[in-house]
């Protein structure tokens, strides 16, 4: 099973209440949905999202001894509130977003969600649902190319990047990831290592499962979800997820059943990151930022 990340700081952070109702919108294979059904009491309940097929199945038999106490549905986090049985809309005492690509799709080529092993340029979550990387690039017009790179990468100049992959299409199809390093490779030559590659992989996969898109809805649309002092934690791995984050911290949001003003309240001046032992352990939560938020109600003049 994938190893969650900050295991211990998202179930301490988030279970507030034994006995309440929580929702895990990235249920992935059930690491993070495991530890809080430990932290729960007999009449704690779980609701769990992926849009990841092979991993909801992993998920269901991983929960298993569960029972009742738990639900999975396929589906996207955002959706949450169409996905919810009606009954928990306004009752979740929490709700926990690992915004982290699974270890088994990411070490999986058949994904295309890594540059070290060769396989198809795919990237979706769900492989049956919606474009896959090639046929994004395939079509795609070189500016809108270059704002994915800029939003994702830093590490090199992001028009250079685009007119590298339009120029490749021009010759030849880009059906792999093998297609897309060596496109990189042979434009950028050695400034195309490992981490400008990650970088480029990453962007691409975040256009490809519209990740910013649905974070933003989803920021809008959970709190909503949540009861009173109800608590929303959000792992990020990127600084473009982080940002749009922060926004929670100034935002007013408003019930979707009364219209009442309400905001979401920092637990913590600044995210919190893993330990020494794990970031030296697990090198995919090194970049692993926690940021909790309570549901408070807003008072005038705030």
Known sequence: MHKPVMVHEAVSTLVMDSEGWYADGTVGEGGHAAAILDA?????????????????????????????????????????PRLLPSEWIGQLSGILLDLGLRSGALDD?????????????????????????????RR?????LARIMEEGTTRADPRKLARAIVSWRRVQPMRTTGDLVRCLRGALGRRAGPKLLASVFSALRMAVNGELQDLECALQDLPGLLRPGGVLCVL????????????????????????????????????LGPSQGEARKNRRARS????????APLHLGT
């Open 40 to 80: 729960l009491g007999p009449g704690g309940r779980l609701f769990g999202v992926d849009r990841d097929p092979a991993a909801l199945a992993v998920a269901a038999e991983s929960l298993a001894a569960g029972g009742h106490r738990v639900q999975l549905a396929l589906g996207n986090f955002r959706d949450l």
């Open 109 to 137: 080529p058949s994904r295309g969600f890594a540059f070290q092993s060769d396989g198809p340029l795919d990237m979706r979550f769900d492989p049956t649902f919606g474009e896959s990387a090639a046929d994004l690039l």
């Open 140 to 144: 795609i017009r070189t500016d809108r």
């Open 236 to 271: 990020c791995y990127q600084s473009q997820e982080d940002r749009r984050v922060k926004w929670l911290r100034r935002s007013t949001l408003l019930d979707p059943r009364s219209g009442s003003a309400f905001r979401m309240e920092p637990l913590s001046r600044k995210p």
């Open 288 to 295: 692993a930022r926690l940021r909790a938020f309570r549901r």
